[in-house]
């Protein structure tokens, strides 16, 4: 699998009845490796991030953050010839070029340049920062889905989830269709990664807004990935386990569904049960 992947030593220890047993071997681990995303060759933001699908995963980041509508503001995205400490290109960096006419992005007084693997809001500067506009109405969605499609979604994604057979090291997020259709599926070692990839990929193939789509998520719902969420114009967030208190309040004043503990047979609904047609 490439970069996505690395092979480390490793010793594995087993407590039983006759004592410890201790093996050694090489396991395999999800490779983590920083992506930095410039803009006209100015750097805008580092991420930790598994390599791969990284021109989908600087597309998403743009959109998601609201520094531009889509793919058609975006003339060429390209990787630079960084080296690493070998000599050998790292493809590390990404330099997005916008359109001609479209403003270049002033993230000075907004976001900080690094953000880690597990958590991207903590590179803002305050919490009004990342309270963007959407332009798009996810209250209007009149898309409905049932419980007992939803709970079919986990299994579908798990089932897609390549790299974490090999790690068990990675968070997933899938895209499905109103009816259940699994439209497309990312990995990365970081949640926020996994859906800008997503995003990305449907702003390449002109798929923004994602109307009557839900995005599904291997871990929790926060606040930030509610937000990417409403930014790609999803109605519907579910998550295999809890939301933040913010994730709920901003899925609740946008109007979108937002389900969390997604473990079938269950789900808890925390905003926009309407959306599912039942009443307690």
């Known amino acids: 699998m490439g970069r996505v992947t690395s092979r480390t030593p490793a010793s594995r220890i087993e407590v039983g ?16 490796e920083p992506l930095e995303v410039r803009v006209a060759g100015k750097p805008l933001a580092v991420t930790m ?5 990284d021109f989908d995963l600087a597309l998403g980041f ?14 060429t ?7 690493g400490e070998d ?3 790292t493809y590390n960096v990404v330099d997005v070029v916008l359109q001609p006419g479209v403003a270049l992005p002033d993230v000075s007084l907004e976001r900080s340049f690094y953000t880690t693997s597990s958590c991207g809001v903590c590179g803002k500067a305050s919490l009004d920062a990342v309270r963007l506009r959407t332009p798009y109405d996810v209250a209007t969605d009149a898309t409905h889905w049932s419980p007992e499609l939803l709970v079919t979604l986990p299994d579908a994604l798990r089932s897609h989830q390549k790299v974490f057979d090999r790690t068990g090291g990675l968070h997933a997020a899938g895209l499905f ?3 259940g259709e699994l439209l497309a599926v990312r990995e990365d070692v970081g949640r926020h990664n996994a859906v800008d990839k997503l995003v990305g990929w449907a702003a390449r193939e002109q798929r923004l807004p994602l109307t009557g789509c839900v995005l599904m998520v291997s871990g929790r719902a926060s606040f930030e990935l509610t937000q990417k969420a409403l930014m790609a114009g999803i109605p519907c967030l579910a998550a295999v386990s809890a939301p933040s208190s913010l994730a709920v309040d901003l899925a609740t004043e946008a109007g979108m569904t937002l389900v969390g503990f997604l473990r079938p047979p269950r789900m808890t609904v925390y905003a926009g049960e309407q959306r599912l047609g039942v009443a307690a």
């Open 17 to 32: 009845a006759d004592g410890v047993v201790v093996t050694r071997r090489p396991d395999t681990v999800t490779a983590e």
């Open 49 to 53: 991030r598994t390599p791969g699908d």
């Open 62 to 75: 743009l959109v998601t953050e609201g520094l531009v509508a889509g793919a058609g503001e975006v003339s």
């Open 77 to 83: 995205l390209m990787h630079c010839q960084d080296e």
């Open 87 to 89: 000599g050998r290109p």
């Open 177 to 179: 269709a109103a009816s």
